[in-house]
């Protein structure tokens, strides 16, 4: 396969072993009720010393229990797949970390206070308070690497994180820092809770050297992302009120908050407005250039340049990358030669990220040949290809069902200098789960946990999917603990894909448990996933569940929440 590949017959070493030869390490011992039982209401206090005998699920399939040498395996049910090269790494990773169930309570003699806090904070609460509460009632050694680990454990869930937050600050013996403020600062925005965010910035005002231009870069991006962008540009008018002073790389905070929030306008207006006040750079030019690029708006973006030419900057490779993407997104790939050619006078080299970029087009517009020679021209400018341009190299060649080549290219890139990351395992994902070969997609899973790559929401997306697409519930159930214990907090976006993927393959009834999951966790969803669960249950006469569903919905709505105007990563597609 590799040898098809025209240009990179040098490149890649023929001999690239296509087998991962992965060490064996873990997974997590999982219980199967994740989608099944409903969650409880604290009403009592919680003993999480307690340590009742933890017993493993008959349910389970066999690959995923501890299986002793001298018992005979099981044939696996339906639902579950033979993967029987996991043994060590489930129960090695039974040593290490048991059991975290995202719908239990369970406990357990391993844990350590991170663990018993999630624990607690799992329950279904009314109040940030009633999480002071019931958190009052248990005992646990607080430090600042506890309480940050935490909040990004239930970073997409404001009130456990936030009644946490309120629980630790008062506790003996620790002081929060300031970086542990604008993380809660971060995760109030994130859920779009405004107003305690604006209480936590006065409470940091208080507070001699907490608020910083990092913490208003926060506010400004959260309100921007959420379309409030009035609220962004008072949050810079304000800044000197909190001792930062505005200058030009503030001034360009807020730029590209409005930008990537989806108003280059108002950017533009910002722009105009402080110009005279705050001397603009090079970076302030481009960051309306890809605004306006990015808006389709090629005059506008051409006059940016303009501007930037009277005030004594020229285009650089930021700038000529940002027409590029332009032209890409419009498969105008004649115009994009035409703007190489005149980086080429002008004796500006495109960047790494310009080449994967147009790479990634071409691949898109089904030219492969073309985006291959990409490499060519990189080779003739001394450009060497990043982690990036891998992933999108081995994204084009999976997607064109070259999955030798995709194993290949992974696993010789060490030896070309570049290790992968958390983005190139997570392409190697995509397109192993894209293509249904789920023992390789858990592989890739596994071997990240072995070279300490942190995990993110979109290394579980494609997984989430295939294991709705394959009907393997208890696997999902795994994944779900495993993104637990890894600190990855799931999103409203996370909830609609598993929502849309049960309903689509037969599943209805798991798919009311993700919803009531998501309503119990504070989300509102959305109407798109509302109504796709809803017409599922109706088309299978599922009246009872429907009507669950429909009270939920409600709930939702009384609640408050106003998640569903976040844009989550689109992940369903």
């Not at 958190?135 to 506890?146: A, G, H, P, Q, T």
């Not at 407005?273 to 506008?300: F, M």
Request: net charge neutral; hydrophobic share 35%.
């Amino acid at each position: 396969m590799i040898t098809k590949l025209k240009p990179f017959l040098h490149f890649w070493c023929l001999g690239a072993q296509r087998l991962l030869n992965v060490r064996r390490s873990s997974i997590y011992h999982v219980s199967d009720d994740l989608l099944c039982n409903r969650f409880c209401t604290v009403t009592k206090t919680i003993n999480t010393n307690q340590q009742p005998t933890v017993t493993e699920s008959p349910e389970l399939p066999y690959w995923v229990r501890v299986v002793k040498k001298e018992e005979a395996v099981v044939e696996p049910e339906d639902d579950d797949f033979l993967l029987p090269s996991f043994s060590e790494w489930i129960k090695n990773e039974k040593l290490r970390a048991r059991e975290v169930d995202v719908r239990g309570l369970v406990s357990d003699m391993t844990e350590n206070d991170v663990d018993k806090i999630s624990k607690v904070l799992r329950f279904h609460f009314k109040s940030p308070d009633a999480v002071v509460d019931a958190l009052n009632d248990c005992r646990f050694d607080v430090s600042e690497c506890l309480v940050e680990q935490i909040l990004k454990r239930f970073s997409c869930e404001w009130l456990p994180s936030y009644g946490f937050f309120k629980w630790a600050k008062v506790q003996k013996d620790v002081t929060l820092s300031s970086d542990l403020y604008n993380l809660m600062v971060d995760n109030l925005g994130r859920s779009k809770k405004f107003d305690l965010m604006r209480e936590l910035l006065d409470e940091m005002s208080h507070l001699k050297g907490y608020i910083s231009l990092n913490t208003l870069s926060k506010i400004m991006r959260r309100f921007s992302k959420a379309g409030k962008y009035e609220d962004a540009i008072e949050t810079f008018t304000r800044m000197e009120d909190f001792g930062v002073q505005k200058d030009t790389n503030a001034m360009n905070l807020l730029l590209d908050a409005l930008v990537k929030g989806g108003s280059v306008e108002r950017a533009h207006t910002v722009y105009l407005d402080l110009k005279n006040r705050i001397a603009p750079s090079v970076q302030t030019y481009n960051i309306l250039v890809h605004g306006w690029c990015r808006a389709r708006k090629i005059e506008e973006a051409n006059e940016t340049v303009k501007d930037m030419e009277e005030h004594g900057f020229g285009p650089d490779v930021v700038t000529y990358t940002c027409f590029i993407e332009a032209h890409c997104r419009e498969k105008d790939f004649r115009k994009v030669d035409a703007i190489f050619k005149e980086m080429q006078m002008k004796g500006c080299s495109p960047s790494v990220v310009t080449y994967t970029i147009y790479m990634k087009a071409l691949g898109r517009a089904k030219e492969e040949n073309k985006a291959l020679d990409v490499y060519e021209k990189m080779k003739q400018n001394g450009c060497v290809p990043d982690n990036s341009f891998y992933s999108s190299l081995i994204h084009m060649l999976g997607m064109s069902g070259r999955l030798k080549a995709c194993y290949d290219i992974f696993e010789d890139m060490p030896n070309r200098g570049v290790s992968p990351d958390t983005f190139t395992y997570n392409t190697m994902i995509t397109i192993a789960a894209h293509s249904s070969k789920e023992e390789d997609a858990l592989k890739f899973l596994q071997k990240m946990d072995e070279n300490q790559c942190k995990p993110d929401i979109c290394t579980y997306a494609p997984l989430f999917k295939m294991c709705c697409r394959m009907r393997r519930p208890k696997v999902l159930t795994f994944l779900l603990n495993h993104m637990f214990k890894n600190d990855v907090s799931m999103d409203l976006g996370t909830y609609a894909l598993l929502v849309r993927g049960l309903c689509r393959n037969r599943n209805p009834e798991r798919a009311c448990a993700v919803f009531e999951l998501a309503v119990l966790r504070g989300f509102l969803p959305t109407h798109t996933m509302y109504d796709n669960l809803v017409k599922e249950l109706e088309k299978r006469g599922l009246n009872d569940k429907k009507k669950r569903v429909e009270e939920l919905m409600s709930q939702a709505k009384q609640q408050g929440s106003d998640n569903s105007s976040e844009r989550p990563i689109k992940i369903e597609e």
